[in-house]
């Protein structure tokens, strides 16, 4: 777990708005991308690096110095052991101590969450954390991670899950993990009214993002999957999913560009399963 260079896009597109705070990270987040492409990320999103501070935040096993240098006012993290340095020893499949409820102004989560069994507790502890206005930024497996976790989890997981909670501002995105390959941004099932299902060729992480209310419960609700609320046992059809178009000649070409590149390495292959369903827009995090 740490702050690889996907979560580092996503901490520098939430520190668009605001400055992060008073941090929690789950687990003590490590930090090792190099100097090179640290340099060039935080110049993309306008935010030129010297190099003193450069060195400073690159040097560091951990996440810290980055993200104090990103505005945090206080650092903290939680795990449950201390093997890593943390600051708070907490198991989070057990409820929170009260002495840490609505402490932080940012959480961040970067590749825990998959490795928690009891997830709906983990996500009560995490909106519990929050103070109200606070923000949870969270990236975890989503495709073709099997084996690296307990879970894989879809857009549905958080759209569903911050919606029935109350929280506002909620952003999802789906991110293969290859250098340089495209975001994109997903649609909520609840709005399109169907299921966002997706088939693609690589690895791919979910980064969701989403902003705690004053309404937000320090009880869990644990929602119903979008298109399964006021369903059959209500009197209304439950929605089909809504599909890329002709899945079965996309999922053709994925098999034979696949195999077609191979030779020249993972990086070759286009975000298949991605670029071509409709509910996904591509986007740039770096753009204004």
Request: glycine share 6%; aromatic share 8%; net charge neutral.
């Amino acid at each position: 777990m740490g702050v690889n260079k996907r979560l580092l896009e996503g901490i520098l597109l939430a520190c668009r708005e605001r400055a992060l705070g008073d941090v929690v990270m789950i687990g003590r987040l490590g930090f090792a991308v190099r100097p090179g492409s640290v340099s060039r990320i935080f110049a993309r999103y306008k935010r030129p690096l010297n190099k003193e501070v450069l060195s400073k935040i690159t040097s560091s096993k951990f996440a810290e110095d980055l993200l104090r240098e990103l505005g945090a006012t206080r650092v903290d993290s939680i795990d449950v052991s201390d093997y890593q340095g943390a600051s708070i020893i907490q198991d989070m499949s057990e409820p929170i101590e009260v002495e840490h409820a609505g402490k932080f102004d940012t959480l961040l989560d970067g590749g825990t969450i998959e490795h928690i069994f009891d997830v709906p507790q983990a996500m009560e502890n995490y909106l519990n954390l929050l103070r109200v206005g606070g923000r949870l930024i969270c990236m975890t497996a989503a495709n073709n991670f099997c084996g690296h976790g307990f879970y894989q989890f879809s857009p549905e997981f958080w759209y569903s899950l911050f919606e029935a909670n109350h929280c506002t501002n909620i952003r999802v995105f789906l991110v293969p993990t290859r250098t340089d390959a495209p975001w994109f941004e997903v649609m909520s099932p609840k709005d399109l009214k169907g299921r966002v299902e997706v088939i693609n060729a690589e690895p791919t992480f979910v980064i969701a993002m989403a902003e705690k209310t004053a309404d937000t419960p320090s009880k869990l609700i644990k929602p119903h999957q979008s298109d399964y609320e006021n369903s059959e046992w209500s009197g209304t059809r439950i929605a089909k999913p809504v599909r890329a178009p002709m899945p079965q000649l996309a999922r053709a070409t994925r098999a034979i560009v696949t195999a077609v590149m191979k030779p020249f390495g993972r990086k070759a292959v286009l975000a298949f399963g991605l670029s071509d369903h409709p509910h996904v827009t591509a986007f740039d995090p770096a753009a204004d």
